[in-house]
């Protein structure tokens, strides 16, 4: 079966200091992959660039095998338009860090956004499109709360609604417990969970590496902008073989 | 002697025409200075060097200038290619010019103020970069500067009344007009300054009626 998300070789410098260095990684259909790695291992900047919000210098990404971001023009590489780049980015979804909801919209209003203006759907459509996945992350009751009224877990489960609305093809999570205070952390890791058990296609970048354990059907390390061993969660969590994966789960461990 | 009531009475059709074209020639000022100083805001804030270069010229230039010389500015200087606006036309330009420079401006910063994980999160939709300025960064940045709009907007009705030195036909110059003949200094001064109150009075209330509307706070 062709893979949802193929990088290939992916390499990317800020000045002189190469944060991808050469990734490579498939994922497939109801693949659920953790990407594992100390802070400034290319994680996140790798997730930014599989959701086209930074532009990278070498290597491809495909989504269900079309070249995202660039194209070949006569053999040169040449970035796509906005308005190309903004179709391929609706068939992604991202969740942040610090959730970044629209702070002028209720909740309901920024599940909708993206379904009135980018699917073009009829209000009443959209609207209920969105009370359905407000309901499914458990806030239909915070559907009319603008994101200040509502908790740090709650407008992340907003921000996944979002996300999850528009029917990506793949859902790339950034970190998405780690500006959570420690008890809300659990409502969000339990959403993602039953995401997973619904086959949803996910790219995770976490530090729960016990979550890590739990809901990924594969788990990667990366360390230095490349992956030094990927496979089983279980293999990778519990019999690291490289010197730098066993140093990395000792260092979480403490 | 006439008392100010007297006065008053004769004269009161003169004033309120004076007050009407305060409103009028202030309202002509905000709105166009609102639409032009958002292409302003916009220029500056996304144009590039080149496109806001320019527009950075004009914005300095109104804002470091005193409202009185621009007046004159936009009344005689045309002169020099042959156009001749009236008193009224080149009155409206310079506080629409001024207008917007004060709202590009306000708006320039806004919208710098708004963190970059706002368009990431618009871009992550698929929104479009003219999307993402009309559904996400402009609402926002409205929201902040709501109340600075509103205190623009009286700046101007005060700044309306330098229109009297070209010979606009407002509130001030009416009243100068009405001393002129009646000789009833204090009264009438008074009595222009209170109007003057009260109609920003009004903008103010407006506005913040507005703000609690559109919950803009």
């Given at each position: ?33 953790s ?177 890590a354990r739990q809901?990924s059907t594969r788990t ?11 496979g089983d969660p279980a293999i990778i969590l ?17 | ?217």
């Open positions: 079966m062709e893979p949802i998300l193929t990088i290939k070789d992916l390499t990317k410098s800020f000045g002189t200091h190469r944060v991808l260095d050469g990734v490579d990684l498939d994922v497939h259909a109801g693949d659920v992959v990407l594992i790695g100390a802070s400034g291992s290319g994680k996140t900047t790798l997730l930014r660039c599989v959701d086209l919000l930074e532009q990278f210098d070498a290597g491809e990404i495909r989504l269900d095998g079309e070249l995202m971001g660039y194209r070949s023009d006569g053999g040169r590489r040449m970035r796509l338009s906005g308005r190309e780049l903004a179709r391929q980015r609706s068939r992604m979804g991202m969740v942040f860090q610090s959730y970044n909801l629209f702070p002028h919209l209720t909740a309901l209003r920024n599940v909708m956004l993206g379904l009135t203006k980018v699917r073009r759907l009829p209000a009443a459509e959209a609207r209920e499109i969105a009370e359905h996945w407000l309901d499914r992350v458990g806030l239909a009751n915070r559907q009319d709360y603008y994101p200040s009224a509502i908790s740090g877990g709650q407008q992340q489960r907003v921000a996944i609604a979002r996300a999850l609305a528009m029917e990506p093809r793949l859902l790339l999570l950034d970190e998405v417990t780690s500006a959570l205070d420690p008890e809300l952390v659990q409502e969000v890791l339990l959403t993602i969970r039953r995401l997973a058990e619904a086959g949803t296609t996910m790219l995770i970048v976490t530090h729960e590496m016990r979550f809901v990667v390390f990366m360390d230095q902008g490349a992956i030094v061993e990927e519990g019999e690291p073989r490289s010197r730098r994966l066993k140093e990395f789960l000792s260092s979480m461990a403490n | 002697m006439q008392s100010f009531l007297d006065v008053l009475a004769l004269s009161s059709a003169a004033l309120l025409h004076g007050v009407a074209i305060t409103v009028a020639v202030s309202a002509i000022a905000v709105a166009a200075g609102l639409v032009l100083g958002a292409a302003f805001g916009l220029v500056l804030t996304y144009g590039g060097t080149v496109m806001a270069f320019p527009v950075r010229v004009i914005v300095d230039v109104v804002r470091g200038t005193p409202v009185l010389v621009l007046i004159l500015a936009c009344f005689y200087m045309p002169a020099g290619i042959g156009l001749s606006p009236g008193p009224l036309t080149a009155g409206a330009l310079a506080l629409s010019v001024f207008c917007a420079s004060h709202v590009g401006e306000t708006l320039r910063g806004a919208l710098l103020a708004i963190p970059l994980a706002q368009t990431d999160a618009a871009g992550s939709i698929g929104l479009t970069f003219a999307q993402t300025l009309g559904y996400v960064l402009v609402p926002q940045a409205i929201r902040q500067i709501a109340p600075n709009l509103v205190n623009t907007a009286v700046e101007i009705v005060k700044a309306s009344s330098l229109l009297s030195a070209i010979g606009v036909g407002e509130l001030l110059l009416t009243t100068q007009e009405i001393i002129g003949r009646s000789f009833k200094t204090m009264e009438f001064y008074a009595l222009a300054g209170g109007l003057y109150l009260a109609i920003n009075l009004l903008i103010a209330t407006g506005g913040s009626w507005l703000e609690r509307r559109y919950r803009l706070r």
